[in-house]
DNA sequence: CTTGACCCTGACGCAGCGTCAGGCCACATC
DNA sequence: GATGTGGCCTGACGCTGCGTCAGGGTCAAG
């Protein structure tokens, strides 16, 4: 094969090919008599695990010590190009939940602490955060259904999420500010209808998991700051009010 | 603060302040009277963002575009960000896809042959072109909803749409091997499928909108070349008999 | 007043290619 | 056999996001 079929087989540019060939990563074993690059099987073999080492982001100088080390066969390689792009994959889903996160956060009004952000992109290790991330939220399902929903929502659609989220906060505020006890069926009720909204929207929440999130609302300081922010007490409040009504479900 | 405190609080050289400064990303708003810079408070806040935005793989022309447009808002920015991370997690787990196939090959003692290769990482894999799409199509709802859809998709159900597509494109190659004309109504019933099996698993294409990739069929190289791959006059044949069954209906 | 740790502005280097430029091959068509 | 047309070749320069000197001014302490 020629560059131009292996360029095209590959999904790379022909300049590439004669990078790496300039460079002595993937040299074709052949030439033709016109000097255009042969290229073998056993070239485009080596070509599917350079693409793979690259994909998963070694350095060409990288991919060619890894390659050309001869106590390493493509049995191995294949083998550990496996565990890297599970790894990899597993980072990126926890990256990816983080994103979402930020995401619900900021149509509430919240902004992440970029230095949180920072964390997950660290190096730290990654099993670590994943794990700690599924402590605080819960379910991963939750995860995968917010992410799945919310990313097909159009900025209006953004813009009536937050508005449904407004209502159901000033009518907390409005609860709180009357004097109502949190347990009152008008207030168990208003938590009622944040449930739904959750549910709607993001993922089905239940009231067990409703009655999670309220604990973090108070012990997360950036939501506790946010509902206080409208009224002095409120992230207790709603807190009490979710608990009330997840008991009496 | 001076270039040394700032670079050491937030973890970069002091190099890369210059070169931030430089290309205009992040310009101290003061200078000393011996022309030391001078980051003052609103300066660092802007570092935050920049850092943020930079471990989310941002390019720095990007990140000066992003804090320097007030018409955009950190949402879109994080909802994009949902969208790249979903397309790479998904391009990750065809690779390993592949990698896990080569391995099965491999110990069967089966050569892998070029067409496995080019299915992930050449032109028929499904998302190598996603950047290239959201370009074309990125505003349109039929993108955002194929989106929605596709990024849930598991491993497994790429199996299946890539089956049911290649069930389709053999029978119009069928069909045109056998000399039916494209407008036959056992052709365009193939075409019919086609548009349903798009409206299944990508979103929901009218007869219209069909006709309109029918048009890109041809009309895109490589698409058309595609098509012709598996038999000469395909993309043509394919596009008249999509043309036909959006007639008829 | 010296010393050493800062700061400044160029300027070059690096990876991993994209993108011409200039020229040779291959095959088809007139 | 001439003439396209398209693919191949080898340079060579450009780009991003800095690292890394080089040559020189500045500041606080001793």
């Given at each position: ?107 509430m ?21 994943a794990e700690?991330a ?25 813009l ?36 739904q ?41 709603v ?11």
């Amino acid at each position: 094969m020629n560059v131009g079929q292996v360029a095209a087989a590959a999904g790379v540019s022909v300049r590439t090919l004669h990078h790496w060939d300039a460079v002595g990563l993937l040299v074709p074993s052949g030439r033709t008599a016109a000097g255009y690059r042969a290229y073998a099987p056993a070239d485009l073999e080596r070509l599917q695990q350079v693409l793979t080492y690259r994909e998963l982001g070694f350095s060409l100088d990288d991919v060619r010590r890894l390659l050309d080390d001869p106590a390493v066969d493509a049995l191995d390689h294949l083998r550990r190009q496996q565990e890297l792009l599970a790894d990899r994959i597993a980072r990126l889903q926890s990256v990816a939940a983080l994103v979402s996160r930020a995401v619900e956060a900021r149509s509430m009004g919240i902004e992440l602490d970029p230095h949180e952000l920072r964390e997950v992109f660290g190096d730290e290790d990654p099993t670590q955060h994943a794990e700690e991330a599924r402590e605080r939220w819960g379910d991963t399902d939750a995860y995968v259904q917010s992410h799945a929903r919310t990313s097909s929502y159009s900025k209006a659609d953004w813009l009536e999420v937050k508005a449904e989220g407004e209502d159901v906060e000033r009518r907390f505020a409005e609860a709180l500010s009357v004097g109502l006890p949190a347990d009152d069926p008008a207030v168990t009720a208003i938590a009622e209808d944040h449930r739904q909204h959750i549910s709607r929207r993001f993922y089905d929440c239940s009231p067990q998991m409703h009655a999670c999130l309220a604990d973090m609302y108070v012990a997360d300081e950036r939501f506790a700051a946010h509902y206080d922010r409208r009224a002095a007490g409120l992230a207790q409040y709603v807190h009490d009010a979710v608990k009330a009504n997840a008991d009496a479900r």
